[in-house]
């Protein structure tokens, strides 16, 4: 990039950026040993133990739709107290996100979706 804003003696680049992009993602690099247009999901497992030595297991989803929670109460970490740390109100599970950790969204038992989602803690 550098050497196109020497050798125009300007720092517009509008016109060569998609040239440039399309070269940065076909030349292979160095950490993955492939070039990144040509990675598939199938090589992602592949390129991130390349990348860091180590697979990710694949988390067992531990809650399912339907499943009665409780919600923990926002404390201080650590704190500790004879105070339950839950709500007294009962959630079920209204849908499953398999992220890493894996979360869920929570509704009341008349069926109203509460705000935002929230991870298993056992």
């Known amino acids: 990039m550098f050497r196109v804003f ?3 003696k300007s ?3 509008d016109d060569v950026l998609q040239s ?3 070269s940065y993602n076909d030349s292979e690099h160095r950490s993955i040993g492939m070039a990144p247009s040509k990675i598939t999901r199938d090589l992602e497992p592949q390129i ?12 067992k989803v531990s809650l399912n ?13 650590f704190r500790r107290g004879y105070l339950p740390g839950w709500s007294d109100e009962v959630f079920t599970v ?5 992220s890493h950790p894996t979360t869920f969204e929570p509704q009341d038992l008349k069926s109203e979706a509460i705000k935002g ?3 298993a803690n056992f």
């Open 6 to 8: 020497t050798y125009r």
């Open 11 to 13: 720092y517009k680049y």
């Open 20 to 22: 440039l992009v399309k």
């Open 48 to 59: 991130f133990k390349k990348l860091y030595g180590y697979t990710l297991k694949n988390s």
């Open 65 to 77: 739709k339907g499943v009665v929670v409780k919600i923990s109460k926002a404390n201080k970490s």
């Open 94 to 98: 209204s849908k499953v996100y398999s």
């Open 117 to 119: 989602r929230f991870y």
